[in-house]
């Protein structure tokens, strides 16, 4: 379960509002923020975090990604499972901006999950930062979380699950030739 929301979360995952972007009534505090500098292109980065191929090689068995405004971007931790069936994630594409940022809402999650209530709704901005040497800054920023005890916990849950998911995308990217990252 750790997973399936890690994921979900690392994804729907990371960095602060650009001008411009329009996002969802704010509810609850401060934001949830996570981050950190990986030893890879911004492009290889984005393909492995919003692409089909590229969540599946690492992330999660089962992936569907419509990466437009409006789109969907579901998925499914359950290696048995399907799109579609009741452990599937359904996150909502706000705002896009290719090779650099993307922004998701949790419109639907898994069935059975015990914060279902507390992160739907949510909503999640995921920027990269080139840096020099081919390094970039992936920096996740969520939003939403009410204030109370609910809240608190689901608030809770969900950094765990990023700070996994950015852990894993590390070592993913160490496995392929790439240097252990930092925070």
Not at 76 to 100: F, M
Not at 134 to 157: M, S, W
């Amino acid at each position: 379960m750790r997973r399936l929301v890690s994921v979900v979360f690392a994804l729907f995952l990371l960095l602060n509002t650009p001008a411009g972007t329009i996002a969802p009534a704010a509810a609850g505090g401060r934001p949830l923020i996570n981050e950190a500098v990986i030893d890879a292109s911004a492009s290889e980065i984005w393909r492995l975090i919003t692409t089909k191929d590229g969540m599946e090689s690492w992330m999660v068995p089962h992936a569907d990604v419509d990466l437009r405004v409006g789109g969907l971007v579901r998925t499914n931790h359950d290696r048995n499972g399907a799109i579609g069936d009741p452990k599937t994630v359904t996150n909502r594409v706000l705002a896009v901006k290719p090779g650099r940022m993307f922004s998701l809402q949790v419109a639907k999650a898994p069935e059975g999950f015990p914060f279902a209530a507390s992160v739907e709704g949510t909503w999640y901005e995921v920027f990269l930062s080139p840096l020099s040497s081919g390094r970039t800054r992936v920096r996740c920023v969520g939003h939403g979380f009410d204030d109370g005890p609910l809240g608190f916990a689901a608030r809770a849950f969900v950094d765990r699950g990023n700070i996994w998911a950015l852990q894993k995308l590390e070592e993913v990217v160490a496995s392929r030739g790439g240097k252990r990252a930092s925070r």
